[in-house]
Structure formats: C-alpha cells, structure tokens
C-alpha cells in the first residue's frame, strides 16, 4: 500500500521538491489557459485582459494591497492547516475570527492601556475567543463523537447570530449607514509599513505576525514532541493510540490551536486599517483559507506562495470593472487554480514516481557490475 | 466483472486445454524485473505454475516474493519481463485486469473493512446491480451462499467482520476473489496469523479448490506446512529464483538452506532465567459488561523477572483484549501491577515510559506509520525516550543514530531510513518494531506474535535476542500462533479459551498434540 490520494493533497505525506515545484506552477498555467478560453467564449480579449491584469496587478500601490490581502489569507489558511494535517476539517474559522474580531475591538474600545500592552491584549483576546469557539467543536468530538465539519458549520451560523447581537444591540453605535464598535485608540493601532517603494499604500505591521505564525507552524509540527503528535494521529489513529497518543486530548488541542490562529485572521485590519470592527467587517475569509491551505498543500511555504498569488488574482481584479468585464472571471479563476493543483500534484506525483524507476533500471543496466547497488535488498 | 459461478468454468478450461501445448501451464512469468529506488526487488524471474497445483514460493524478508505477486495481480508494472496465463501473453495495468483474466489475491495484510459485513465486502467493488441502479443484494447473498457450499467455506455472509476471527476472515478474502470468478488464486501468507488445526482447515479447503481446477500460488515462510501441501515449490532469493523444488525431495532443513543459506532454527530454551521478583502481576481482569458475554473473563496471572509466559489460544479467544488491556488501550476492570507499582489507572503512554515494550499483533494498524521514514517510526510509542525526544522537542540527530542500530542489529533490510516504512517488506517491517519495542531496555516486553511473517533465518535472530533479554531480567508475556515457538521459548504456558485461561502446561513437558486440543476448549489441566 502506498500513499493515498487524500493523503496527498492533504499534506500528510511529503513529496519530492520536484513535484512540490512543478505542480504549482503547471496549475497556475493550466487555470491561465481554462480561464483565456473563458474570457474568449464570453467575447473579451484574452490577450488585453491578461495584461491590463498583470500590468495593474504588479504596480506598486497594488502589490502592496496584494501583501495585505495575503497577510490575512496566509494566517487563516494556516489556521485551517492545522486542523487538515490532524484530519481534523476545521469549517469553522470563519466564525471563530468574525466572533474574535468583534469581541477584541469591544475590549479595545473599552479598556485603556499604555501603548505596548494595548494591541498585545487585545490580540490575546482574539485568540482566546477564537480558540474557545473552536474549542466547543474540539470537546464535542472528543466527549460526545459529534462530526467537527457538523458542529463547525453550526458554529459558523451561531457565530453570525451572536455577532449580529452583540454588535446591534450590545456594543455598537450607529455611524450614518454604519454601525460599529468604540474606535479604538490611538494606543492600540499597529502602524503600517513602508514595504513597497513607489507607493504610500502601507503594508500592515501585522504582517509580520502572520510570518511568525507561519514559522511557529513549521517548529511546532516538525520539530516538537506535540507536532509529532498530531501528525502520527492524522496519519493513523489507531497506531497513534496504540502508541499512547491520547488522541482525545490531541482533538482538543489541535482545536484549540487551530481556533486561536483563526482569532488572529481578523487582527491586522483591525489594528492597522479599520480600527473598529463594523458591518463591513470582511467575512468569508475562513473559506478562502481552505482553498489556500489545499493549494498550498497545508504547509507553510507553499501556503504563502499560494496567499500571495491569491491576493494577486484578488486585487488585479478590481481593474476588469472598468474593462468592462465581470471582475468574477478572476474567482473562476481561483477555483481553477485549486482544482488543478490537486489535479497536477497528483500528475507530477505519479510521473517522479515512474521517472524514478526508469532512472535507477538505467543505473543498473548501464554499470550493472561497478555499482554497489543493493540488490534484492540483501547486500 | 463477475464472471460465472465457481462451478462453471470447467468446460470453458476443458475448450482451451485441447487448443494448445502447453495447456498445463496456468501462468507462466518470464524474466521479470522490477525495481524500487535503491532496490531490485525481483531480478530476472521465472516461474512456472501448473494448472491446479499448489505452488508455493518460499523465500527470506525481502527476497521479492510480495512483489512478484503483485506483477501477476497487476498492482505493479514490470520493468522488464512476460507473463502468460493459460498460454496467452498479457498485460496487466490494474488489478482489474488480472481479475478479468481470472486471477484473484488475498493479501499478506488483510484488506477487509471492520464495520462492515462480510456480503459488503465481498461485493465491494464489483456490486451487483439490478436493472443498472439498485444493489442487489439477494442475488449476491445467493451467491456467496453457494460458494461457500461449494468449497465448505462455511461463511455467514450477514455478520460484521469486526465479529468474526482471522482464521474466518482468511476464508473471507478468498472467497472475495472466488467471487469476482478467480480460478488462480495467489494467497500472501495465508497461514501467518492461524494456529494449526485452523492451518488445517484452510489447506483442507484448498484441496476442495484445487480438485475444480482451481490454482493456487501461495507464499509461506512456514516450511514444514510448505512441504506437507504444495506439488511444487520455488526458492527465491535475493530477487531472484535459485530453484524449482519437488516437496517429496526435501526436507525442511535443506529447503531453508536454499532460502537464506543457514540452518533450520530452533527456539529451544536452554537454562532457565526465571527469578522469584514479580515483574507483572495481572488480578481479576475482566473486559465486557455484566450479564452479555465476557470477552475477557477474570483472568490473573503472574510474570517474574527473567521468565516469559506464553499464552496458547485459538485466535479471536481474548488474546488481543488481554494485551490491549495490559496496554491501557481498553478500559477493563481487574488491577495490573508492574513491578510492585499498580498502573491500572494509568494511559498507554505512561506504562510505556515505565517500561513496558509492545509488538502489536497488527503492524499496519497499531505498529507503524507506514507514510513516514522509518526514523519517524523509531519515535513512534517512545515518545519520552532520551535518544527521540529532549523535553518538548524531537531529537532527530538521536532517533536517526538509533533507527540506524536497529536496522544493523536487527538486519533490517532497506536502502535507507529515510525510506517511508510501506517501502519494506512484511518481515523487515516486523523487524523494525521487534528492534525498536526490544529498545531502551523494558521491564515488561508484551510480545504478540513476534515473528509473525518473518523468515526463518530472521526468526532465530529475534528468539536469540529475547532470550538475551531474558537473561538480564526482561519479563515476556507471548502470545503466538506458532507452537514451536511457545513451546521453545516460554518458561511457562497458559492457554486461552472464550476469555478465560483454562489450562496451563510446563512446556519442557506439553506436546503440540496436547496444547492444540486444549486450546479447541477440549483440553483438561495438566
Ligand atoms: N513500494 C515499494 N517501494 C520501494 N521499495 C519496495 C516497495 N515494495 C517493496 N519494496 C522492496 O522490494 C523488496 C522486496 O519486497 P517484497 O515485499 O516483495 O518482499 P517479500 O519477499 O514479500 O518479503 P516478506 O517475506 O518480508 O514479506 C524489499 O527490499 C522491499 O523493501
Ligand atoms: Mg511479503
């Protein structure tokens, strides 16, 4: 028996760098053509609107914006991640930092504190928050055998409700068509960076956080005692309890985990841009980050590689409007793009696999007798 | 897909057996070669099967037998290489093809799914239809029904397989194959996880295949039942085959010289190490709730210092609730003391870490992490080991430097320990969790079925080392379906029946004979 497909695009088995170089980039080809053929079926210029995309894409203000769009893709795409790599199908980020945000900018709103200590609270009650949503999930499975994908999805409903509450009824303020929490103050905003020259569209501060989270990911499932945990339990879960892996607790944990960097999706809008949390607060962002986490194959480089292209597509796409053509050519596109890379890793998976077959039988028939080649494994 | 019942294939045979020369010959492979990263695993083979033989194909870990099989069934593609089946020249490039051209496997690893029944399983894959939509069900129950009958397979097609023993789950898997029309079975190990008189039974049921025309492959690392029901046998050794035998011919001792070129082991114990310190101390353990049947009932037993106690039963008997039970992985009643200090409160990992080594009687299952390297597997169930981990953070440089001893010690054979451990073959696989429980000197080895799938030159090797073990005071609860082995290599024998330990031997006394009907719940005290 070998890898499975699931496996695979799930992350829990490693490729070769080769595959895990080409399949992208095959993929994103691949989702150009499919989307040409569109453009051209609907009577646009394929060629025109390719490169106005890329052209505006690339100029400066808007790579900035695509970094920040990234910036928050990249850390709900992690915080779906996590869950994928324990075969935990975490569905509900989504509501875990919707429900996060609202509750840290009311906190913000209200408490005063001196400028360091500001952001740092109130991004630790994003976290918490997010990871108790995401914890509720964790104990039902764990006590009770309730579905994750059954309860998160309810939670995402929930969330929406409460969150509808609490904004209109608890903590908001009517601002003309708006309505909002306490602005926070002065204190609490992360300021943004000058990352992108050419441009005074600044880059969240924030987006260093969502590098550290990235980081903290690798360590925590590569190089510590717990990621290896986690791992072996989405690998085999009856091996990982026979191995003493309580993997009830591993449910939970791996929730909690998971829930406290969704509680961060929402931060860097918060503190770098928008500074209250409104109705205009972005939703949704929890889905994208299951796409991204798949295109990314759950880790942390091909993730970020993945956020980014995503932001790009995002953010060139504001420029067909004016082009005269439906901007949602652009999400056709991102789908095609996720679909594919499952479709090429799987390709280029398979071909690694035969070329190297055909490349150690050449090794052998070419100097059969001067390579110390192990031969029926017993040398 | 499905093609007629078992029983009516025999003209069609009779047809093409008048149409050629060599109309003997079910399959016939001609130099076939295949090669993995860093291995060959089969090197030029041929092999010649006769139509409604049992042809047997023996050969140490690793030599190429799994892989070969795997070409005839179409799992894998030859590098290089033909194969014919009943004359002609095929190309396989999924099981599907082979099924089609009537050939069948059952696995070295059982593939059947637990939750749910054995008429799912067996339809899994090929289900009936009726009028293109709905499953048929009747007509497959029909169906199972008669081959059961037809060979005496004796299956009830509407229990879980999770209810039923390895010894019918055996009987399952072929007839799974016998269903989708196979008249050449190939059976990997088919004995590994059977006692004798259920070795008895499955040979008994291949006869009854054999006489309707069926052919039989099947690989065995048990010689003397190779000798006792094959009509030909081929030696295969490091990829290749060394030679054809005729079973009346040889005796086991040579055919094992062939294999690995050593001689036949013997697990005889020599002195005994046992000493009066109670290593394990199991009271009253009892799994299954009042009133329904026990699975586990009030079973208590000692093991000292230096002394390994082997259990004798029957498989599906409570065996594996005991062990999983002393391994805290299922709740039971009843109290567990290692070395004086009571762990029945205790998780899994906890009673590792006080020393206590276990070889689950299911690799695949509860042994390993067949998606990761084999220094990944090292970790696995040492998770609190000084040479895995320090403190919360793997120590990669120290598991890769012990992975690496194991793989020397216990002769592992495998390219590498970067390699994913579904790349090793069965044995060398068994190898390595062998040599990782026998790691960081425990106090307690729960041993189950130790040698399971490994060849003879290999099983020597693992008694030699437990008996060192032995020596220095390791305690040993085995539990085997070889009777040689626990015979040879326990100090003292209990045997198990329904949940209950119903007899115990003194094993420099007890005969096979004695043992064998014991554990069918017809044995008295000794
Ligand atoms: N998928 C694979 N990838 C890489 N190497 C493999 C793979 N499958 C088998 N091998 C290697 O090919 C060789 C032959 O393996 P095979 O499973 O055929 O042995 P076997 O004779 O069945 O041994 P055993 O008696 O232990 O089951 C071994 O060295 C094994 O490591
Ligand atoms: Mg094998």
Redesign the interface.
Known sequence: MSSTFADRWLGRVRLSAWVTLTAPLLAILFAGVITSIVLAITGNPVFDTLVTMVDYGSQPRSLALVVNNATTYYLSAIAVAIGFRMNLFNIGVDGQYRLAGLVAAAVGGAVTLPAPLMPIVIILVAMIVGAAWAGIAGVLKATRGVSEVISTIMLNTIATGIGAYLLLEVWGERQGNDIATKELPEAARIAGIGLIPGTPQMVYGLFFLAIAVGIAFHVLLNKMRFGFDLRATGQSESAAVASGVDVKHMIVYAMLISGATAGLIGMPQLLGESFTYNLNFQAGLGFTGIAIALLGRNNPIGIAFAALLWGFLDVSSTVLDLHKIAPEIVVIMQGLTVLSVVVTYELAHRYRVNAEQRRVSRELAGGASATPQKEGASA | MITTGPLGTLTQEASISTETTVSEVAVQLEGI?K???????N?DISLTVQKGHIHAIVG?N???KSTLMKILYGMQRP?EGEIRVNGSPVTFHTPGDAISAGIGMVHQ?FMLADNLTVLENVILGSEPRKGGLALDFAAARTKIREISDAYGLGIDPDVLVEDIGVGTRQRVEILKVLYRGARILILDEPTAVLVPHEVDELFENLHGLVREGITIIFISHHLDEVLKVADAITVI????TVAEVDPVSVTARQLAELMVGSELPSPETRESTVTDVVALQVTGLTIGAEGERKVLDDVTLTIHKGEVLGIAGVEGNGQAELVEAI?G?RPSTGTITLAGEEITSW??????EAGIG?I?EDR?????????PLW?NR???H?KEKVN?RG???N?RGARADTQRIVEQYDV???GIDV?A?AL?GG?QQKLIVGREMSGEPKLLIAAHPTRGVDVGAQAAIWDHLRTARAAGLAVLLISADLDELIGLSDWLKVIHRGTLVAEFDPATVTPEQLGSAMTGAGEEA
């Open positions: 070669t090669r993995f990263p860093g291995v060959v695993a090197r140490e690793g030599a190429g590098d690893h050794r490091r990829g290749t391994m992985i998780t899994t990992l906890r009673r590792r276990y689950p695949h299952r509860h042994g390993l992490l067949l998606e990761a990944e970790i696995l169930g998770m981990v919360w953070w793997i990669r054979r495998t390219p994913l579904s073959s060398n």
